[in-house]
């Protein structure tokens, strides 16, 4: 079980694996977090929060499919363990093409 802080509050959550993770937020924000848990919607501070950056995530990956989604070849859904050394490998080729660019 880990533990959650945000203003020195620490929360604890429940069968997931969790890092502390501290967020500076505005006066807005945070009276707008405070908000959504007064509602009901949300149990506590860190609900809010994880709800936040899953729809970021979603959003994100809807952004990709709109823009790769009928590509022919593109990748379909999460990226797995081949994409990531794919991705890694484009990166290195990149990085000593340009240090090769530079020593010249």
């Known amino acids: 079980m880990a533990k959650i802080a945000i203003d020195s509050q620490a929360w604890q959550t429940v069968g997931m694996k969790t890092q ?6 505005t006066v807005e924000l945070r ?4 908000d959504q848990v007064g509602t009901g919607r949300y149990q506590n501070q860190n609900e809010v ?7 970021m995530q979603q959003r994100e990956i809807g952004q990709f499919e709109r823009v790769f989604g009928d590509y022919p070849g593109a990748p379909q859904g999460e990226p797995g363990a081949h994409d990531a050394k794919a ?4 990166i290195k080729r990149h990085r ?6 530079q020593a010249a």
Do not use: H, P, S, W
Request: hydrophobic residues 45%; charged residues 35%; without cysteine.
């Open 20 to 25: 502390t993770l501290n967020v500076n937020l």
């Open 31 to 34: 009276r707008y977090v405070k």
């Open 49 to 55: 929060v994880r709800d936040a950056l899953r729809q």
């Open 87 to 90: 991705i890694r490998a484009a």
């Open 96 to 101: 000593d093409a340009r240090r090769v660019k």
